[in-house]
C-alpha cells in the first residue's frame, strides 16, 4: 500500500508564487517518476510536469519559465514551486508517483495519485 499527500494549495495574487509539495509513503521498493497534473472546471486532467529518478525534467508549454518541479529522493517527495501565477492556473494539483512494487515472483511498476490541492489565483 502506497500513500501519496499533496499540500501547499490556497489563495495566491496573480504574480504571486506558491510552493506544492508531495510525499510518496508505503511499500516500494524504490520511486521512478513524479509528476504533477492540474484539473481545471471542465477541462480534462493534464500534465504539467514531469522528474524523473534521475532528475530529468519536463514542462508542459503553459508553464514553462514559472514552474519548476524538483525532488527529495531520501525523503520521497516532489516539489512544484509555481511562479508568476495567473488566474489561469487555477485548478486541483495532483501529484502523481510511479513506484516498483516486490511482488513475490518479481516486481512491478504502479502508479498511485495523491487526493488532490486546490489551488486559486485570484485578486
Known amino acids: 500500500q502506497v500513500q501519496v499527500v499533496e499540500s501547499g494549495g490556497g489563495l495566491a495574487q496573480p504574480g504571486g508564487s506558491l510552493r506544492l509539495s508531495c510525499v510518496a509513503s508505503?511499500?516500494?521498493?524504490?520511486?521512478?517518476?513524479m509528476g504533477w497534473y492540474r484539473q481545471a472546471p471542465g477541462k480534462e486532467r493534464e500534465l504539467i510536469a514531469a522528474?524523473?529518478?534521475?532528475?530529468?525534467?519536463n514542462y508542459a508549454d503553459s508553464v514553462k519559465g514559472r514552474f519548476t518541479i524538483s525532488r527529495d529522493n531520501p525523503k520521497n517527495t516532489v516539489y512544484l514551486q509555481m511562479n508568476s501565477l495567473n488566474p489561469e492556473d487555477t485548478a486541483v494539483y495532483y501529484c502523481?508517483?510511479?513506484?516498483?512494487?516486490?511482488?513475490?515472483?518479481?516486481?512491478?511498476?504502479?502508479?498511485?495519485w495523491g487526493q488532490g490541492t486546490q489551488v486559486t489565483v485570484s485578486s
Open positions: 508505503g511499500s516500494f521498493l524504490s520511486i521512478n517518476a
Open positions: 522528474i524523473s529518478s534521475s532528475g530529468n525534467t
Open positions: 502523481n508517483v510511479e513506484v516498483t512494487e516486490p511482488l513475490w515472483f518479481g516486481q512491478r511498476r504502479v502508479d498511485y
